[in-house]
């Protein structure tokens, strides 16, 4: 992209910046519902609404000097740059930015922030009600009884656990996990966390432990890691075996952190209990190996997106718009160097 490209202000420019709100109608509604939309027009002059697919259908320039974006908006490379002159700052009202930024953005020194942060305490409770399902054996009951099972039967299960003195392993330290590890200790979990980025100085530092330490004494394995190159198949086969029989193993963050055949090969010989929100193909297909196993509780990629992390995404949006436009830090920017420890 040429370096040519002007993004100063003029001097007699308006106080307040022209948007540009590039989001599916059916989530902009959740992340601006009513009385947000209000607050998003405070911070600007001009809202233009366009949907994502229409913006490379289009060369015409745009004025906007902020990108408001989400999940389905175009990769910014130098061909929708280049439709976006005057752009000084794009906000991501989801989470990781990785499918839109390039080299050609990079190079533009453009700010780019993200409302990441509203999704952990509902990623982070979702975790723990498939952790409290699995220790409870609710997804073995509701299979039973869903399926026709005499009552003795749907019955005649392993013991329930209750999550006050259950060990949990959580696998990051994550924004989420840290959320999620403190859920549990509130309800009277033993916990240990494996993350190889804990400093000594980090209050879960106490807490730290290996990865196959964590493994063979955990009870219940929550995956709380972002999706990178270090993470990819971290939890393979030989690790898998470390888990003690009728252990479970709860995934709300990227199904590429785990060998899938692996632990489909673990679930379906009934020697693991797994809960997963997240899969290698989705949508899951309706033949898919995973919806006849008994031991799994299976969700939809569902874990961040409750109608409160929604609306707490559209408040980031707004405050960050305010921070960037009166001088102050962005509180959750991303730079390219951040982005390779992130998912």
């Known amino acids: 992209m040429s370096n040519d490209v002007v993004r100063e202000r003029p001097e007699a420019a308006d106080p307040k910046p022209r948007l540009l709100v590039s989001i599916a109608t059916h989530e902009r509604s959740a992340f601006f519902p009513e009385g947000a939309e209000h607050a998003l027009a405070h911070v600007s002059n001009a809202i233009d609404i366009v949907d994502p697919a229409d913006l490379t259908a289009s060369s015409a320039p745009h004025p906007a000097e902020v990108a408001v974006i989400a999940w389905g908006f175009p990769r910014l490379d130098a061909s929708l740059l280049a439709q976006l002159p005057h752009l000084r700052l794009v906000v991501n009202a989801a989470s990781s930015v990785r499918a839109f930024v390039t ?39 509701d299979h039973a009884l869903c399926r026709g099972a005499a009552w003795d039967d749907a019955r005649r299960i392993a013991r329930a656990r209750e999550i006050a003195g259950a060990r949990i392993g959580v696998v990051g330290a994550s924004r989420t996990g840290r959320e999620y590890i403190r859920l549990c200790r509130a309800l009277g979990a033993e916990v240990r966390v494996f993350d190889p980025y804990l400093f000594e100085t980090d209050a879960l ?139």
Request: proline content about 4%.
């Open 205 to 343: 530092f106490p807490l730290s432990s290996s990865l196959h330490e964590l493994l063979a004494w955990s009870d219940v394995v929550a995956l709380h890691a972002p999706a990178t190159d270090e993470t990819v198949g971290m939890i393979g086969r030989k690790e898998l075996a470390l888990l003690r029989d009728g252990a479970a193993l709860v995934n709300t963050a990227r199904s590429t952190l785990v060998d899938t055949d692996a632990l489909f090969a673990e679930v379906s010989a009934g020697r693991l209990d797994a809960a997963l929100d997240v899969f290698d193909n989705e949508p899951l297909p309706t033949d898919d190996r995973w919806r006849d196993l008994p031991n799994v509780l299976l969700t939809g990629h569902v874990s961040g997106a409750t109608a409160d992390s929604r609306a707490r995404a559209g408040r980031i949006v707004v405050g960050e718009i305010e921070n960037f436009f009166h001088g102050r830090s962005l509180q959750h920017a991303i730079t390219r160097e951040s982005l390779e420890r992130m998912g």
């Open 103 to 141: 080299d050609d953005f990079w190079a533009t020194g453009i700010p780019i922030t993200q409302s990441g942060a509203a999704m952990s305490p509902a990623v982070a409770e979702m975790s723990l009600t498939l952790t409290l399902s699995l220790l409870r054996r609710v997804h073995r009951m």
